[in-house]
């Protein structure tokens, strides 16, 4: 159960002690970090504390202090299944095909040809477990426990599929699932599993239904930000973190473990952007620039705010660098952020960051500009025009200023036409990498122009 009447001061006086106080630490006996990934469901880039929100989030803040801070860190889809696919793999979700929204009743998954995080640690001595959402296929052979986790705890889907079935590994342990207590039992098995694996490197990725919809705070949690059901499914996600964090301070492995904090895609019905423009289900900032934290004391410095463009995908080659694993055989589209985690360097290098909403490439990000090339002719969530859903070409492509206009809302490609073509130019010659049916979408998309006004706008296959 929740502690009523949570002391911060006592936890952080716990934790700063545990830590120092440590005289020899799993690092210094050449042992891999500790590894454990914290994932919300819908988290928007507007709501922590620490990114300017009003809801109380004083233990992500207190991460955020000791560690690094990302201000342009971005998911790979704006949808469940694809950004958890990215993330875990490294690569985007078109290479896996995991492009769309997984349903209870599907027979896929993510293939058994790709490698996650977890495969990736387990030949260094990683013990392994995935608590919470999964949503990369709930038939057997794409759950969790085949893919590289010891052991599973929680619903392989989200919190608004039905039958809304509770898994531990394999073995169905509740149905329906009790949704008010859900976020106190995935924290306790973190705990649990954090308690029981202090004797060898372990990485713990849990992965919490908060706060997607529908909003069940708990009994304890109910009425707790002020900010209605939203904000007070928010601070119990805050809760959450701080008993990982005293769980690990307890446990004197504070010192030897890398935490990272961070979101699926952006807000859905509620949840702030922080003024980025568009919401979960686009390809504006919106959708996909989410938080990110890490915390490594003593190898990251506190307080560091990081501005650089990094990913998802970047977490897989970066832990790996950290574990002393190899990586995986596959081509990996994430990159070694360690030297910004460090303040080495501002800025990894990369190649164009790909924006993607299913098989379609929308836009590409260079630095500070974001070259947007086509869009959907209608909003997700919303009923299908007349004609139906298309994915168009933009009449005239849109380069924004993401440094000085993060809200995309000034389109400066008629003042920059050689960097909008510049980014143009490399989007294509990065689309045959890709699996056939990104090169497919393309060609659809770009053989389409547009008759009728905004609200009624139908596609017209002119090639």
Same mark, same amino acid.
């Given at each position: 159960?929740?502690?009523?009447?949570?002391?911060?001061?006592?936890?952080?006086?716990?934790?700063?002690?545990?830590?120092?106080?440590?005289?020899?630490?799993?690092?210094?006996?050449?042992?891999?970090?500790?590894?454990?990934?914290?994932?919300?469901?819908?988290?928007?880039?507007?709501?922590?504390?620490?990114?300017?929100?009003?809801?109380?989030?004083?233990?992500?803040?207190?991460?955020?202090?000791?560690?690094?801070?990302?201000?342009?860190?971005?998911?790979?889809?704006?949808?469940?299944?694809?950004?958890?696919?990215?993330?875990?793999?490294?690569?985007?979700?078109?290479?896996?095909?995991?492009?769309?929204?997984?349903?209870?009743?599907?027979?896929?998954?993510?293939?058994?040809?790709?490698?996650?995080?977890?495969?990736?640690?387990?030949?260094?001595?990683?013990?392994?477990?995935?608590?919470?959402?999964?949503?990369?296929?709930?038939?057997?052979?794409?759950?969790?426990?085949?893919?590289?986790?010891?052991?599973?705890?929680?619903?392989?889907?989200?919190?608004?599929?039905?039958?809304?079935?509770?898994?531990?590994?394999?073995?169905?342990?509740?149905?329906?699932?009790?949704?008010?207590?859900?976020?106190?039992?995935?924290?306790?098995?973190?705990?649990?599993?954090?308690?029981?694996?202090?004797?060898?490197?372990?990485?713990?990725?849990?992965?919490?239904?908060?706060?997607?919809?529908?909003?069940?705070?708990?009994?304890?949690?109910?009425?707790?930000?002020?900010?209605?059901?939203?904000?007070?499914?928010?601070?119990?996600?805050?809760?959450?973190?701080?008993?990982?964090?005293?769980?690990?301070?307890?446990?004197?492995?504070?010192?030897?473990?890398?935490?990272?904090?961070?979101?699926?895609?952006?807000?859905?019905?509620?949840?702030?952007?922080?003024?980025?423009?568009?919401?979960?289900?686009?390809?504006?900032?919106?959708?996909?620039?989410?938080?990110?934290?890490?915390?490594?004391?003593?190898?990251?410095?506190?307080?560091?705010?990081?501005?650089?463009?990094?990913?998802?995908?970047?977490? +897989? !080659?970066?832990?790996?660098?950290?574990?002393? $694993?190899?990586? #995986?055989?596959?081509?990996? @589209?994430?990159?070694?952020?360690? =030297?910004?985690?460090?303040?080495?360097?501002?800025?990894?290098?990369?190649?164009?960051?790909?924006?993607?909403?299913?098989?379609?490439?929308?836009?590409?990000?260079?630095?500070?500009?974001?070259?947007?090339?086509?869009?959907?002719?209608?909003?997700?969530?919303?009923?299908?025009?007349?004609?139906?859903?298309?994915?168009?070409? +933009? !009449?005239?492509?849109?380069?924004?200023?993401? $440094?000085?206009? #993060?809200?995309?809302?000034? @389109?400066?490609?008629?003042?920059? =036409?050689?960097?909008?073509?510049?980014?143009?130019?490399?989007?294509?010659?990065?689309?045959?990498?890709?699996?056939?049916?990104?090169?497919?979408?393309?060609?659809?998309?770009?053989?389409?122009?547009?008759?009728?006004?905004?609200?009624?706008?139908?596609?017209?296959?002119?090639?």
């Amino acid at each position: 159960m929740p502690e009523e009447g949570i002391n911060k001061r006592e936890f952080l006086s716990t934790a700063t002690g545990a830590l120092w106080g440590a005289k020899l630490t799993a690092q210094a006996q050449g042992r891999p970090p500790n590894v454990v990934l914290i994932y919300a469901d819908d988290l928007g880039y507007g709501d922590l504390g620490c990114y300017g929100s009003r809801i109380p989030t004083p233990y992500l803040d207190h991460l955020a202090a000791n560690g690094a801070r990302f201000t342009n860190f971005y998911s790979a889809s704006p949808v469940c299944s694809p950004s958890r696919a990215a993330l875990l793999t490294g690569r985007y979700p078109t290479r896996s095909g995991v492009t769309a929204v997984l349903m209870p009743d599907d027979r896929f998954g993510l293939p058994a040809t790709e490698t996650t995080i977890a495969q990736t640690l387990k030949p260094a001595g990683y013990r392994t477990m995935c608590v919470g959402k999964w949503h990369l296929g709930s038939a057997a052979p794409f759950l969790p426990t085949n893919h590289g986790f010891d052991e599973y705890y929680g619903v392989p889907y989200s919190n608004d599929m039905w039958p809304l079935k509770l898994l531990h590994n394999t073995d169905i342990i509740e149905d329906p699932t009790n949704l008010t207590t859900l976020a106190e039992r995935y924290t306790g098995q973190a705990v649990n599993f954090i308690n029981r694996s202090k004797s060898s490197p372990f990485f713990l990725y849990l992965a919490h239904h908060i706060p997607h919809i529908p909003l069940t705070p708990s009994e304890h949690f109910k009425g707790a930000s002020g900010l209605g059901p939203y904000g007070d499914s928010v601070a119990e996600l805050d809760w959450s973190v701080g008993q990982v964090l005293r769980a690990l301070a307890a446990n004197r492995l504070s010192g030897d473990t890398l935490v990272m904090f961070a979101s699926d895609n952006g807000p859905w019905f509620q949840g702030s952007t922080g003024r980025l423009q568009g919401r979960k289900g686009g390809t504006f900032e919106g959708g996909v620039r989410v938080p990110f934290i890490a915390r490594f004391p003593r190898r990251i410095p506190r307080g560091q705010v990081c501005q650089g463009v990094s990913t998802t995908m970047d977490i +897989l !080659p970066t832990v790996a660098r950290l574990a002393g $694993a190899p990586l #995986p055989a596959h081509v990996l @589209d994430g990159v070694d952020i360690w =030297p910004m985690l460090t303040g080495e360097t501002d800025e990894a290098e990369r190649d164009l960051l790909l924006y993607f909403d299913g098989w379609n490439l929308q836009c590409a990000r260079s630095g500070k500009w974001k070259l947007h090339v086509s869009r959907y002719n209608s909003i997700a969530w919303t009923p299908d025009p007349p004609g139906g859903r298309y994915n168009l070409p +933009l !009449p005239n492509p849109e380069l924004y200023d993401l $440094a000085a206009d #993060p809200e995309e809302s000034y @389109d400066t490609a008629g003042d920059n =036409p050689q960097i909008a073509a510049r980014i143009r130019s490399r989007m294509e010659e990065l689309l045959p990498t890709f699996p056939g049916p990104v090169m497919n979408a393309w060609l659809t998309t770009m053989s389409y122009k547009v008759q009728g006004g905004p609200a009624g706008a139908l596609p017209v296959r002119v090639a």
